[in-house]
């Protein structure tokens, strides 16, 4: 599906439901933890070798190509770099300090679910508040690699700060499921395009990969609370304050995004895909990290799967929103030649859903 297809348009079905599902998801694991009285804490690696599944499922169709295309809007591509991994892991840092400082595991989980942007799914948003896809299609391979070499740094800076971690686990975890699945996933890509061809790929292969990619998620969000140490039930009482606190994590940098689009000038379109290119984050990059690096902290993961149940109503507003904004505020009009871009590429995958 490419993001001028109509069903673009809209979220389906299943992406609107994937929040509660997830939700649902967490509630059985924590249900059978309780049953199994922690029974099968030593399952763990099982939790691993699902979570390398669904990664290698989010990266199955990511390209790499396509860097320069963006650095042809120098400015605006910029201004989304600065904005994504110098403004947003500084501000989410210090809202976790102000709010979850005396709730550390809640702080860890919090900054690990902001830390990284996400990997597509943005590009439904940009859609649907008109924005300018090509641009928001060609950030997608500055996002993933700048993420991935940073992710290490930000878990060492900042979580360090909060619940201490070894540098070599956080090495290992970001290997283990950054690094791996996504070389797995794209020499699976050639490899299947070469052997069986690229409609076959792109076809049936993708379909499978799509439907795996969620309900391995929801398999392995309650895999790791049946195998995670026991939630104590005043620990299940701090729900509301993370939902709050992603809340203003998510309303700040929607104001911050917007600041900065106004301040330098952007068009509406560039404006409208900057704010949804840094406030979707992409959890499912980090649960991995946090199940190696996080072991016998649940709260962390509960804080990184609870994402989700907020952004989506946040980002369905926030299209309402620049939709609004788009005729009642004045623009600056966009240059009568733009740069040739090139064409979309079939692989990228426009609708990865978050966490």
Same mark, same amino acid.
């Given at each position: 599906?490419?993001? @001028?297809?109509?069903?673009?348009?809209?979220?389906?079905?299943?992406?609107?439901?994937?929040?509660?599902?997830?939700?649902?998801?967490?509630?059985?694991?924590?249900?059978?933890?309780?049953?199994?009285?922690?029974?099968?804490?030593?399952?763990?690696?099982?939790?691993?070798?699902?979570?390398?599944?669904?990664?290698?499922?989010?990266?199955?169709?990511?390209?790499?190509?396509?860097?320069?295309?963006?650095?042809? #809007?120098? #400015?605006?591509?910029?201004?989304?770099?600065? &904005?994504?991994?110098?403004?947003?892991?500084?501000?989410?840092?210090?809202?976790?300090?102000?709010?979850?400082?005396?709730?550390?595991?809640?702080?860890?989980?919090?900054?690990?679910?902001?830390?990284?942007?996400?990997?597509?799914?943005?590009?439904?948003?940009?859609?649907?508040?008109?924005?300018?896809?090509?641009?928001? /299609?060609?950030?997608?391979?500055?996002?993933?690699? /700048?993420? &991935?070499?940073?992710?290490?740094?930000?878990?060492?800076?900042?979580?360090? #700060?909060?619940?201490?971690?070894?540098?070599?686990?956080?090495?290992?975890?970001?290997?283990?499921?950054?690094?791996?699945?996504?070389?797995?996933?794209?020499?699976?890509?050639?490899?299947?395009?070469?052997?069986?061809?690229?409609?076959?790929?792109?076809?049936?292969?993708?379909?499978?990969?799509?439907?795996?990619?969620?309900?391995?998620?929801?398999?392995?969000?309650?895999?790791?609370?049946?195998?995670?140490?026991?939630?104590?039930?005043?620990?299940?009482?701090?729900?509301?304050?993370?939902?709050?606190?992603?809340?203003?994590?998510?309303?700040?940098?929607?104001?911050?995004?917007?600041?900065?689009?106004?301040?330098?000038?952007?068009?509406?379109?560039? @404006?409208?895909?900057?704010?949804?290119?840094?406030?979707?984050?992409?959890?499912?990059?980090?649960?991995?990290?946090?199940?190696?690096?996080?072991?016998?902290?649940?709260?962390?993961?509960?804080?990184?799967?609870?994402?989700?149940?907020?952004?989506?109503?946040?980002?369905?507003?926030?299209?309402?929103?620049?939709?609004?904004?788009?005729?009642?505020? @004045?623009?600056?009009?966009?240059?009568?030649?733009?740069?040739?871009?090139?064409?979309?590429?079939?692989?990228?995958?426009?609708?990865?859903?978050?966490?």
């Amino acid at each position: 599906m490419t993001p @001028t297809d109509p069903a673009t348009r809209r979220l389906s079905t299943r992406d609107e439901a994937k929040p509660f599902i997830l939700l649902g998801a967490v509630g059985i694991g924590v249900m059978i933890n309780r049953l199994a009285d922690g029974a099968f804490t030593h399952l763990g690696w099982l939790v691993q070798i699902g979570l390398f599944a669904v990664v290698f499922s989010i990266m199955a169709f990511v390209e790499i190509t396509g860097v320069g295309r963006a650095f042809h #809007k120098t #400015k605006p591509t910029a201004l989304a770099v600065t &904005t994504n991994f110098v403004v947003v892991p500084l501000f989410a840092w210090n809202l976790g300090w102000l709010i979850l400082r005396d709730h550390p595991d809640l702080w860890a989980g919090v900054i690990l679910y902001t830390l990284t942007p996400c990997i597509g799914w943005y590009l439904i948003f940009i859609d649907l508040a008109k924005g300018n896809m090509d641009w928001g /299609l060609a950030m997608l391979p500055i996002d993933i690699t /700048l993420q &991935t070499l940073l992710l290490p740094v930000y878990l060492w800076l900042l979580i360090g #700060k909060v619940i201490p971690v070894e540098p070599l686990v956080l090495l290992r975890s970001v290997a283990l499921f950054l690094l791996v699945p996504f070389a797995a996933a794209y020499a699976t890509r050639i490899l299947l395009t070469r052997w069986r061809g690229r409609d076959f790929t792109y076809g049936p292969y993708k379909h499978a990969v799509g439907e795996v990619k969620l309900w391995a998620l929801v398999v392995v969000a309650a895999a790791i609370f049946a195998t995670q140490p026991a939630l104590e039930s005043a620990a299940l009482g701090n729900v509301a304050l993370i939902i709050a606190t992603i809340t203003l994590f998510f309303t700040g940098l929607f104001a911050i995004a917007l600041a900065v689009g106004r301040t330098f000038k952007l068009t509406y379109a560039d @404006t409208a895909t900057l704010v949804f290119e840094v406030s979707a984050r992409n959890s499912e990059a980090v649960i991995g990290v946090a199940a190696v690096a996080f072991v016998g902290h649940p709260l962390v993961m509960l804080a990184i799967l609870l994402g989700p149940i907020v952004e989506l109503p946040v980002l369905i507003a926030l299209t309402r929103i620049m939709l609004r904004l788009r005729n009642r505020w @004045t623009w600056p009009d966009p240059p009568t030649t733009l740069p040739a871009m090139q064409p979309r590429h079939r692989g990228v995958d426009p609708i990865s859903p978050p966490a």
